[in-house]
């Protein structure tokens, strides 16, 4: 399957901000839509933000004010800026590409950790 490489977790103070980042390891073509999904202890994978490649964006309402999705498509890359963190944002970050034939890639993980 395609591999996704993601990168800029961490942990931050309540308040702060990160940028995580999503890029195929290797060229992929005919890319439906990229996005970010997130999983919290004991709780289900939620859709977190999607970038569709005609430039349509979706958000989770509790993030919509706070976090800003971007693609750079000359690198198929995806980027999730979040600011304003808050602890209910921990959780480990998944990056998803949805390839034009429906199939979907996920990326391993990155874990988000906002804490005082």
């Known amino acids: 399957q395609v591999q996704l490489v993601e990168s800029g977790g961490g942990l931050v103070q309540p308040g702060g901000s990160l940028r995580l980042s999503c890029a195929p390891s290797?060229?992929?073509?005919?890319?439906?839509?990229m996005g970010w999904y997130r999983q919290a202890p004991g709780k289900q994978r939620e859709l977190v933000a999607t970038a569709s490649s005609g430039g349509s964006t979706t958000y989770l309402n509790s993030v919509k004010d706070r976090f800003t999705i971007s693609r750079d498509n000359a690198k198929n890359t995806v980027y999730l800026q979040m600011n304003s963190l808050k602890p209910e944002d921990t959780a480990v970050y998944y990056c998803n590409l949805r390839h034009s034939t429906g199939r979907d890639y996920w990326g391993q993980g990155t874990q988000v950790t906002v804490s005082s």
């Open positions: 290797t060229t992929v073509f005919n890319i439906y839509a």
